[in-house]
């Protein structure tokens, strides 16, 4: 089963080895594997102090939760 890319940094990654199985929740169904080994946490800690956070605090709370609420649907 082909192991599922986190994006970080702007980009997708594929994290190192086997990665944790993940399931649906609905079917139990084995959906993939995902793995965070390898990636750089330093670096995104710095990319989301830099790039992340000042895009985030121009947004109203309003516009947080639309944008939350676009990404659940």
Do not use: C, H, V
Not at 8 to 30: C, Q, R, V, Y
Not at 55 to 72: H, I, P, V, Y
């Amino acid at each position: 089963m082909k192991p599922i890319e986190n994006y970080a940094l702007g980009s997708w990654i594929k994290g190192d080895g086997e990665g944790a199985p993940l399931f649906n929740a609905i079917t139990g169904d084995k959906l993939g594997t995902a793995s965070s080994k390898g990636l750089d946490f330093s670096q995104m800690m710095d990319y989301a102090r830099k790039i992340g956070g000042p895009s985030l605090r121009k947004m109203t709370f309003q516009e947080r939760g639309l944008m939350l609420k676009a990404l659940a649907l």
